[in-house]
């Protein structure tokens, strides 16, 4: 059974730019979460997907944004970075089987804005 | 008002004995989950109990089980018998609701060492 994977391992981008995280979910999961941790933080919801579309957000601004695939894949992509969205990216999947819904996280992405 | 607070910003715990990591929740829903889950530097989030609201015993799975008090709403977790891979930071969070696209909310952590 595969993990929850996410690539790249660590991005340094500068001020104004946009990136795009890739998330690959753990195999039978059709649930998508995108957590950003800051250093010395915990983990604080962005949204989720599920069947392709957004089923929830947390307080993040429209500049961020994602997109979820057939293979329940996903992408987080951040316009216009700014210093303070420096933070570990983590993705997370989950099976919704109706069940206590547990997070299978991967292991993040370090993205550092310059 | 913050859902989930952990008062601990770092605990040392010498190898062999227990441990206890504080944990308080804030809600107002009467359905929802509590989750513990440890963080190592390699940075993956690794789950480690769940305790549900209606839940009448504490949780427990291996070396964790869950102090769930209900009318303090506090989630401790503690583990017995501490081991060096034991060191990490662990996380409580919420879920609130039945709804499963809802999110999760974490606490700020506490970073365990296990000294031996």
């Known amino acids: 059974e595969t993990g929850v994977t996410q690539s790249p391992t660590h991005l340094i981008k500068t001020r104004g730019q946009q990136v795009t995280l890739r998330c690959s979910s753990q195999?039978?999961?059709?649930?998508v979460s995108w957590y950003q941790q800051a250093l010395g933080q915990g983990p604080q919801f962005i949204f989720q997907y599920y069947r392709e579309e957004e089923n929830g957000r947390g307080n993040f601004p429209p500049r961020f944004s994602g997109l979820q695939f057939p293979n329940y894949s996903s992408e987080l992509n951040v316009n216009a970075l700014e210093l303070d969205d420096s933070a570990l990216y983590l993705c997370a999947s989950s099976p919704r089987t109706g069940g206590v819904e547990k997070l299978f996280f991967g292991s993040g992405t370090q993205l550092s804005v310059l | 008002a913050q859902k989930i607070t952990q008062t601990q910003p770092g605990m040392f715990v010498q190898e062999k004995e227990a441990v206890t990591l504080d944990c308080t929740y804030d809600?107002?829903?009467?359905?929802?989950?509590l989750f513990w889950y440890k963080q190592p530097s390699s940075g993956e989030m690794i789950f480690l109990i769940y305790q549900g609201s209606y839940d009448e015993q504490n949780a427990t799975e291996g070396r964790y089980s869950l102090n769930f008090q209900k009318a303090r709403k506090s989630a401790n977790l503690v583990i017995s018998a501490s081991q060096l891979g034991d060191s990490a930071m662990y996380f409580c969070?919420?879920?609130?609701?039945?709804?499963?696209?809802?999110?999760?909310?974490f606490g700020t952590g506490t970073s365990l060492t296990v000294i031996p």
């Open positions: 969070a919420m879920r609130e609701g039945l709804d499963t696209g809802n999110q999760f909310y």
């Open positions: 195999s039978g999961h059709n649930t």
């Open positions: 809600t107002s829903d009467q359905s929802y989950g």
